[in-house]
């Protein structure tokens, strides 16, 4: 789970391969309209040698330079214009003769204003979590596969109201909170309720949304994360290479936290994860936690400063109902 120079590597490299794949494509569309419309072709040809004749014009001929640039600029225009009206006849439209590219924002060459692009970040984490079950986890676990009819309508003894009612106050609220993500600041949910009441199925379908509207996202398990801290803490060398994993964790747009309370932290662990949280926090940084513990066992478990740190700072979602995989398996209807 840590990132090697050859992962690196790897990826400037399938950069590279994107980009040569967009321009080949955009120019064999140009050959197409070319071949299609050879007058595009001459006007192209004249455009591009502008250039030069206008300053062997310069150069040669005793005309006010002035002049000569306005000449040759409404020149350009006119041929400019006269190659829109020719693409626009033949069926084409200006876009078509630029390049695809995957990413818009830098142009699939992964970097933006010299800084790696959200993009680049994904990939590096990607790759250094090949392991983690985020892309597994996403193909399931996305608002296209969320079944409101698979929570029953009924609600159980001590519970404020349904599992499909409860769920539809949730989902209410978090779809309202991804539309207006990031403008109106992180996302922080704690994700509570007895196992199988959707909490990690719904983690999913945010991060999914997420990392479509262009974000990182890092899904770990509680027991993961807390070993990597752990990890790090008692083999710290300079160059680890496990340190990116780490940033990573602090970096990310969207990290999500699964299942908190199946790990065993020390108290040097409980001290990491709270750091973590805090740090995120500072940076605006989105975070899900989702456990099956109560505050109070939260509290235990860490510590009161954790619960403060939560119920500061964290929408709290709570799952009620049954045990939907239980359920599933009972009645095959929902
Ligand atoms: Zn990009």
């Known amino acids: 789970m840590s990132l090697s120079e050859q992962d690196y590597r790897n990826i400037l490299q399938k950069y590279e391969e994107k980009r040569s794949r967009a321009l080949q494509q955009r120019d064999l569309r140009i050959q197409e309209v070319y071949s ?33 640039l306005k000449k040759v600029r409404s020149e350009v225009e006119d041929l400019k214009a006269r190659r829109s009206f020719l693409l626009r006849l033949a069926g084409y439209t200006e876009e078509d003769l630029q390049p695809v590219y995957e990413c818009p924002y830098c ?44 929570f029953s309508p009924v609600q159980r003894e001590h519970e404020p109201c349904s599992a499909r009612a409860q769920m539809q106050t949730i989902l209410s609220a978090v779809r309202q909170d991804i539309r207006s993500f990031p403008a109106n600041g992180p ?18 379908c945010i991060a999914k949304e997420i990392l479509d509207k262009g974000y990182t996202v890092l899904y770990l398990s509680a027991y993961d994360l807390v070993a990597q801290l752990s990890d790090r803490r008692f083999h710290y060398r300079e160059s680890d290479p496990s340190a990116d994993n780490i940033q990573f964790m602090q970096d990310c747009d969207l990290l999500i936290i699964d ?55 964290y929408r709290m979602l709570h799952f009620v109902g049954a045990d939907l995989r239980l359920s599933h398996l009972q009645d095959p209807v929902h």
């Open 259 to 313: 299942d908190l309370g199946t790990e065993a932290p020390n108290k040097a662990s409980a001290a990491d994860l709270l750091h973590l949280i805090d740090l995120r926090i500072q940076n605006g940084r989105s975070t899900i936690l989702t456990t099956n513990l109560e505050l109070s066992a939260i509290s235990k478990l860490y510590t009161d400063r954790m619960v403060s740190r939560l119920l500061g700072s």
């Open 36 to 68: 299609k419309v050879p007058e595009i072709s001459r006007i192209d040809q004249q455009i591009e040698s502008f250039g030069i004749r206008s300053m062997q014009a310069y150069l040669t001929s005793h005309e006010d330079p002035v002049q000569l």
């Open 107 to 150: 142009q699939d060459t992964g970097f933006v204003d010299g800084k790696r692009c959200r993009c680049f970040e994904q990939q590096l984490i990607d790759s250094a979590y090949e392991r983690s079950h985020l892309k597994h986890l996403l193909q399931q676990n996305n608002f296209d596969h969320f079944d409101l009819e698979r």
């Open 187 to 204: 996302l922080n949910y704690l994700l509570t309720g007895s196992t199988g009441t959707g909490k990690t199925f719904l983690a999913g």
